[in-house]
């Protein structure tokens, strides 16, 4: 998702982009504690934060269906052009459409 314009639901001011972050998934179970989480992958997620009230709002920054395991995290580059993070086997930004072999 692109940086883009949003009010906050609760005072109506304009939120601001704070940062992505990778968000983990899983559960906690009685018996396996965090075990689980593990295998569970994560996802990369837009946070946006509202400057007067402070309400969170997170969108997904992956591409549709795109959760990758934990252990992929790390294999990840970031554009130049739009800032966002994506596998390094990709030829080109999946979010923008930069090929690697035109860097701004």
Same mark, same amino acid.
């Given at each position: 998702?692109?940086?883009?314009?949003?009010?906050?639901?609760?005072?109506?001011?304009?939120?601001?982009?704070?940062?992505?972050?990778?968000?983990?998934?899983?559960?906690?179970? @009685? %018996?396996?504690?965090?075990?689980?989480?593990?295998?569970?992958?994560?996802?990369?997620? !837009?946070?946006? +934060? =509202? /400057?007067? $009230?402070?309400?969170?709002?997170? @969108? %997904?920054?992956?591409?549709?269906?795109?959760?990758?395991?934990?252990?992929?995290?790390? !294999?990840?580059? +970031? =554009? /130049?052009? $739009?800032?966002?993070?994506?596998?390094? %086997?990709?030829?080109?930004?999946?979010?923008?459409?930069?090929?690697?072999?035109?860097?701004?």
């Amino acid at each position: 998702m692109a940086a883009q314009e949003l009010k906050c639901l609760r005072c109506g001011a304009e939120m601001r982009f704070s940062r992505q972050e990778d968000i983990q998934l899983g559960k906690y179970t @009685f %018996s396996g504690g965090d075990l689980n989480n593990l295998t569970a992958g994560s996802i990369l997620t !837009d946070i946006y +934060v =509202c /400057p007067n $009230c402070g309400k969170l709002e997170f @969108f %997904s920054a992956e591409p549709e269906g795109d959760f990758r395991p934990l252990h992929q995290v790390s !294999d990840l580059i +970031v =554009c /130049p052009r $739009c800032k966002k993070r994506h596998s390094a %086997s990709d030829t080109a930004c999946p979010m923008c459409g930069l090929k690697r072999d035109e860097q701004p």
